[in-house]
């Protein structure tokens, strides 16, 4: 069946250190993948799209990559900060152009 | 700015209830979705619209209907509501499929509770 893994655990970290999130799927062949950043009582937030022939994707703070032989996407917050404190989803695209999420992994940062 | 708007952001509603979750964007999106969320699960997508008055089922939608009578709303329908629908719903919309940047856009969710 297919299967969509973030970090099960929650992750903590202080602040400006780097945080590394991993989506890991199976039984998927996305064309391409994205990342989501969730706030309590909000929705999902678009961030980030990687295709899968691009290793790796930055913007600002925020680097993915994408790497489909090992059906593995790592999504990168460098030089943290409090305020990058919330859940990040991945998505992956199907073949009928509909998203699969993740169930996210949550990010604290502290100060 | 895009826009995706639901129009409660809490309902309390008893078991065998009729409920409609409302959903609006502004954006001129042909495809509108509602998804559940719940801890540990991500986001299941339950009904997918790609016109007015088309409709597509998702992954779960037993106990679920929905209506698109104008392109900007997007309805979902709990036609008798049970405890196990007690979740938080999301409705996004896209730009059609042909485009390979089909990034959602998200409303902030509506949390229900079926007691």
């Known amino acids: 069946s297919q299967k969509i893994e973030q970090n099960s655990e929650a992750l903590n970290i202080q602040e400006g250190k780097t945080a590394t999130l991993t989506c890991n799927y199976t039984?998927?062949?996305?064309?391409?993948l994205q990342w989501y950043r969730q706030d309590p009582g909000r929705g999902p937030v678009f961030l980030l799209l990687?295709?899968?022939?691009?290793k790796e994707k930055r913007k600002e703070r925020l680097k993915v990559t994408f790497d489909t032989t090992l059906k593995q996407s790592l999504f990168h917050i460098t030089a943290s900060q409090p305020a990058d404190s919330a859940t990040y989803l991945c998505?992956?695209?199907?073949?009928?152009?509909?998203?699969?999420f993740g169930a996210g992994t949550t990010v604290t940062v502290r100060a | 700015d895009v826009k995706v708007t639901q129009s409660s952001r809490y309902l309390v509603k008893r078991t065998g209830e009729k409920v409609f979750l409302e959903c609006v964007q502004d954006?001129?999106?042909?495809?509108m979705f509602w998804y559940r969320q719940d801890p540990g699960l991500g986001l299941r997508l339950i009904y997918f619209?790609?016109?007015?008055?088309?409709?597509e089922k998702g992954d779960i939608p037993e106990g679920y209907s929905v209506s698109r009578e104008k392109k900007e709303r997007f309805s979902l329908i709990l036609e008798s509501a049970s405890t196990n629908q007690t979740s938080m719903y999301l409705c996004?919309?896209?730009?059609?499929?042909?485009?390979?940047?089909?990034?959602?856009?998200f409303g902030s969710g509506t949390q229900l509770s079926v007691l």
């Open positions: 619209s790609y016109d007015v008055k088309m409709k």
């Open positions: 996004a919309s896209s730009v059609a499929p042909t485009t390979t940047n089909e990034k959602l856009f």
């Open positions: 998505a992956l695209v199907r073949d009928d152009y509909k998203l699969s």
């Open positions: 954006m001129d999106h042909e495809n």
């Open positions: 990687i295709r899968e022939n691009e």
């Open positions: 039984n998927y062949s996305p064309a391409y």
